[in-house]
């Protein structure tokens, strides 16, 4: 089976500027994958490439194995898209609307009735079926909107920020909705600049900025990847100088440092510079599980009273940070 | 089998028909219409006071040209209003893209629009009926005569809605695409006129001599201007009511000149002229608009028409 969307050395230029530099994507199907990337780096092009409304400079986007410049219209039936923008039409019923976009998508009139109930009710708003569209809130359209792309029951969906603008309620419907789609084994493109919006629903993510892919892969993989370094926090009861000189040489420590600083002689009296109270220690570790088990067993044989051993859990915020930093510098 | 089927125009109906505006449109359309047939009722019967043998013949006529006018200036106005919006309108609501996303065909998308524009025209045109029987029951017009004058109204509101349809695809607001389309056919008013005076000139010299233009004469390009005088409503509908009301019913008359010249060239009397003309240039201009349907560049940073 080809993987839903594969683009390759995908290039658009606008002018001058360079909106996509030979990007490849690759995802397979089932996958609920996060695009993210700032406002710029190139997402909506991509998405909008993959739909056919765009032409690329260069290279080839290809959504189940079909050439999307070749066989625009057998891609659109295979796409369901959401733009970044919730159009609206004045004087339209809510039914009338999804009715449109079913019909306009080739589903004929005998499946559309049906059709309309079971997507009114997918997104909840089978109370709202004869209310018009305008007057709908901006969540309610979100998910109007998210039951249009699925009219013509497509293989794939691609959502183009669409948590953008809403409300934290909404958000989280959005984001139930998406599970639900999942399971019903749609596979799902969801752009985001704001990287926790996605940071649990996806089973994939990618990074781009200014055009270029920066990582790609399984959510696990790519933290991994990213993450080499680990963040463990240690913290001891006492005898943390003895902990300190002792970490350093262990194998995998990069580094180790005190948390909290160390009392001020001169405005806390009371307290003397060498208190060998308790602790807390940063330690910068590179290195599996095993290894880092081994530091442990160095510390408490060692005699350093540990009570606390964790390695932090780094998420994509932190990862989506040092990716970005590293190109902006 | 599509054209009944077709999405747009499903779309279009339901949501035009829907809500006040159709409704004050049509009835501003009757009001402007009876207040016009009021005023020229005691307009004609002060006129034909003095002939009370063919006073009803008179005002027959007289209603029946005034009705035919006004209809066909208000037709002129609000069928290209009407298109002028239907696809720069999805722009300005940002479902133009969504519309190209479907598998629905550019064409589809034209045709479904222009007779949505149509289907309103047919509308006024029917609220027309009664003023034009209101005519015929006073005598001096004939059942062909009002005929004509529908299938005229008709041609037109296909005409100027093609061109309000072309502007609207290359517009992205429909303030400019209404602008540009009410300016079009205000210069194609305006201007056809001009080519009366070649055309005129055979008219009114009727020899064998025929002029000559930068060296090469005359019938070709006096055909030619015949065809383009054909495109004007007025000019049009009103050669055609002159040629009806003298009696002759002929679909096809000798080029006028040619009779004395020996060999004459057969044209289509005027009303047939312009159902043929609007016909076809709608159909060039749809093809031109079918072909311009694509997606607008979401920036608007690149020159295009705003
Ligand atoms: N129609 C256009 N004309 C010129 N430049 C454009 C156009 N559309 C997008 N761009 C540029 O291409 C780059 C990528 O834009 P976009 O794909 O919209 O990014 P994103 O969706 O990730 O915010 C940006 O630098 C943007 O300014
Ligand atoms: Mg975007």
Redesign the pocket.
Known sequence: MPPIIETRDLT?R??T?V??DRLNLLIPAGAIYGFI????????????ILTGLLAATSGQALVAGHDVAREPMRVRRLVGWMP?SFGVYDNMKVWEYLDFFAASMGVPALRRKQLVTELLDLVDLSHKRDAYVMELSRGMQQRLSLARTMAHEPQLLIL??PASGLDPRARIELRELLKELRVMGKTILI?S?ILTELAEMCTHVGI?E??HLLVSGEVGEVLHALQPHKLVEIRVLARAEQALALLPGLPGVRAARRVAPLPDPVLDPARPADDDGPATLNVDYVGDGTGLSVVFKALAASGVPVVHFAEQSSDLEDMFMQVTQGLAQ | MSTFHNPVLLKELRSRMRGARAFVVLTAFLLVLAVFTLLLYAVARQRVGSDPLNAGRSIGKALFLGVAAVALVQVMIIVPAQAAGAIAGEKEHETYDLLLATVLPAWEIVLGKLLAALAYAVLLIVAVVPFMALAFLFGGVTATEVLIALLGLLATALLYGSVGIVWSVVSRRTITATVLTQATNVLMLLGIPFLIFPFGSLFLFGTPQLPTWFGFASYPFIYGTGWLLALHPFIALGGAEYVLSSGDTRWFVPMPGTLQAGHQIWIPTPWLAFVLMAVLASALLLTVATHLVRPV???R??PSIK
């Open positions: 658009k606008y002018g500027v909106a996509l990337g700032p406002n710029g780096a190139g997402k909506t092009t991509t998405m909008r970044d183009d920020e752009s600049h781009i200014r055009g | 560049p979401r920036n940073k690149l």
